[in-house]
């Protein structure tokens, strides 16, 4: 399975896809994310992994 990590409203999304969540804290983390920049997003070369992710109510 994959999920997304959107840094913008992604309305063309709507319908196709379910929102599970959203960033509480740590924002900084998020912004310092590597964006890819061709038309598909994709990030050239190693992109960045998490090593953990935490679900919580």
């Given at each position: 399975?994959?999920?997304?990590?959107?840094?913008?409203e992604?309305y063309f999304?709507?319908?196709?896809?379910?929102?599970?969540?959203?960033v509480?804290?740590?924002m900084d983390?998020?912004?310092?994310?590597?964006?890819?920049?061709?038309r598909?997003?994709?990030?050239m070369?190693?992109?960045?992994?998490?090593?953990?992710v935490?679900?919580?109510?």
């Amino acid at each position: 399975s994959q999920f997304f990590i959107m840094f913008q409203e992604g309305y063309f999304l709507n319908g196709q896809y379910t929102v599970v969540g959203e960033v509480t804290e740590g924002m900084d983390v998020v912004d310092a994310i590597k964006r890819g920049e061709g038309r598909n997003g994709e990030v050239m070369g190693r992109p960045d992994m998490m090593s953990t992710v935490t679900v919580i109510e």
